[in-house]
């Protein structure tokens, strides 16, 4: 039967650099609202003028916030989708090993009677 290694990294360098790039774009998309916000509301214009620009940038990065969204789905539909066409593969490799040594066993024990 053919080895097969699975590597379970749960809490390795990998989830550690994930959440590090997670935590940088978390930090980063904060810090342009609390900076957007900051720079409309100390900016010499009228209540009114402000509120406009105020509900602008608000409707702006909704939308961009449902584009990422969108995007990051996709993203990960599409890897799930190779996660499981490769452990199928690698499901069914590992059967037909187990099959092929049935066989061969099978073979042996009968030579041998």
Not at 53 to 67: C, L
């Amino acid at each position: 039967m053919k080895n097969v290694k699975i590597n379970f990294d749960f809490h390795g360098k990998k989830k550690a650099k994930k959440n590090l790039k997670k935590g940088l774009a978390i930090g980063a998309a904060l810090g342009t609202v609390v900076g957007a916000v900051a720079g409309i509301l100390t900016a010499p214009k009228s209540g009114k003028e402000t509120r406009e620009e105020i509900k602008n940038g608000v409707i702006d990065a909704s939308g961009k916030v449902v584009e990422t969204a969108k995007e990051v789905a996709a993203k990960t539909v599409t890897m799930i989708k190779e996660k499981i066409k490769k452990d199928n593969d690698v499901a069914e490799e590992v059967v037909f090993d187990d099959v092929i040594d049935e066989v061969k066993d099978t073979e042996s024990k009968e030579s041998n009677e």
